[in-house]
């Protein structure tokens, strides 16, 4: 029995799809039911065999549809009440956030005062993504220049970032 159902279901299965996708308003989230149809119908042993078997197909992937919003349902409830304890504990008080601002102003100042060289190397292999040959290659220096200009930045960064 439960073979012919899903027989069903693959012969019908945009049309399921369709159905499912009005149900859901997402044909991602109604393909994601129609395998789920799939999986109920391949398991189904039901009890008299149903009259008019692609109506049967139809109600279960209709059940799934429902089971999907009942879920939703309960995750936006349980987010709403997480959010209701404990949405102010994640964000940063005032102390945190000056704190942070300070920080990265002093490494802004830091690394501006460093050598013009240092902070090309510094662009072109931490914010362009070049490798340390890369960045040799296109400024013209050795790869051992680029990771001396390299451990200048870092020493400096892990200065600002001690006091």
Same mark, same amino acid.
């Given at each position: 029995m439960s073979a012919c159902l899903s027989q069903i279901l693959v012969a019908h299965y945009p049309e399921i799809v369709d159905f499912l996708s009005l149900r859901t308003g997402s044909r991602d989230t109604a393909r994601d039911c129609a395998q789920d149809t799939w999986l109920r119908l391949s398991t189904a042993r039901p009890a008299t065999p149903p009259a008019n /078997?692609? $109506?049967?197909?139809f109600r279960v992937a209709a059940n799934i $549809?429902?089971?999907?919003h009942r879920q939703?349902?309960?995750e936006k409830t349980a987010l709403g009440?997480?959010?209701? *304890?404990?949405?102010d504990v994640a964000a940063p008080d005032t102390f945190d956030s000056v704190a942070a601002a300070d920080t990265i102003r002093r490494l802004e100042q830091a690394l501006l005062a460093q050598p013009s060289r240092s902070i090309e190397v510094f662009v072109a292999h931490k914010l362009d993504? *070049?490798? %340390? $040959?890369?960045? $040799? %290659? /296109? *400024?013209?220096?050795?790869v051992s220049a680029v990771e001396k200009h390299m451990m200048r930045i870092l020493l400096t960064c892990q200065a600002v970032l001690a006091n």
């Open positions: /078997l692609k $109506a049967y197909v $549809a429902m089971d999907w939703q349902r309960r009440q997480y959010d209701t *304890l404990y949405g993504g *070049l490798s %340390h $040959a890369e960045t $040799a %290659h /296109l *400024l013209g220096i050795s």
